[in-house]
């Protein structure tokens, strides 16, 4: 006579017990992932954010690196200065006026006094206007200069273009000045300007900031 066939098998406690711990294991596991694709997706836009700034004080550093000093005010009038006053620009640590090389349609310095090396100048002028970072130009009187003066985007014609858009999502801007000892000083007596511009956005209910620093010397700087 044949014995009773043995079949192993899962009771219905086990079953629940088992479908319970799978249940406890994917809601982890989605949490986690969940939680890694947020982290990724900031990480992702902190870093735009630090190349726009980068991007942003590229542009600034190459026309500080082709001027030869910071203005304070602003050497040619500006019909739509601050404020309506045609020299209110002024060199701070919010506002930047430039006296960059003033060139031609090719790319010559337009000298002032070629003896002495001195060049004409154009003024060059960062601002911020609410989140977005602009660059005015205040072309120089001098027959032969490329530059061409531009204006507020609002109020922008054929003749007067707007002024160029270098970044959007700006939170802040600083410019700070330092002599040849590296020193802080004013602007007319600096030799070199530090920019810090700080960038940010909102993303899924959070605020991303990414910031970027750097330094560059006049041409004349030491």
């Not at 219905?12 to 711990?21: A, D, G, Q, R």
């Not at 349609?105 to 002028?125: C, H, L, R, T, V």
């Not at 005015?136 to 507020?152: E, I, K, Y």
Request: aromatic residues 8%.
């Amino acid at each position: 006579m044949k014995k009773p066939t043995s079949q192993a098998g899962f009771t219905l406690i086990e079953l629940l017990i088992v479908m319970i711990v799978m249940g406890i294991v994917s809601l982890t596991l989605a949490n986690f992932i969940a939680v890694w694709l947020q982290q990724s997706s900031l990480e992702q836009t902190r870093s735009t954010l630090l190349i726009n700034a980068e991007t942003a004080l590229d542009k600034i550093t190459t026309d500080i690196k082709l001027s030869g000093s910071a203005d304070q005010p602003n050497r040619w009038a500006d019909a739509n200065g601050p404020g309506g006053n045609q020299f209110g620009w002024t060199s701070g640590s919010q506002v930047l006026v430039l006296a960059k090389a003033a060139e031609d349609s090719s790319g010559n310095i337009i000298f002032s006094d070629p003896a002495k090396y001195i060049s004409q100048k154009d003024n060059e002028i960062y601002y911020l206007s609410g989140t977005t970072l602009y660059r005015r130009t205040l072309a120089s009187n001098s027959a032969g200069d490329a530059a061409v003066t531009t204006c507020p985007p609002a109020s922008a014609t054929s003749s007067c273009p707007a002024d160029s858009t270098i970044a959007t999502g700006v939170k802040s801007l600083t410019f700070t000045y330092y002599d040849a000892d590296k020193s802080i000083v004013g602007p007319i007596l600096a030799r070199s300007v530090q920019v810090t511009i700080t960038m940010s956005t909102s993303q899924g209910g959070k605020t991303v900031s990414a910031s970027y620093t750097t330094r560059m010397v006049f041409r004349n700087g030491g």
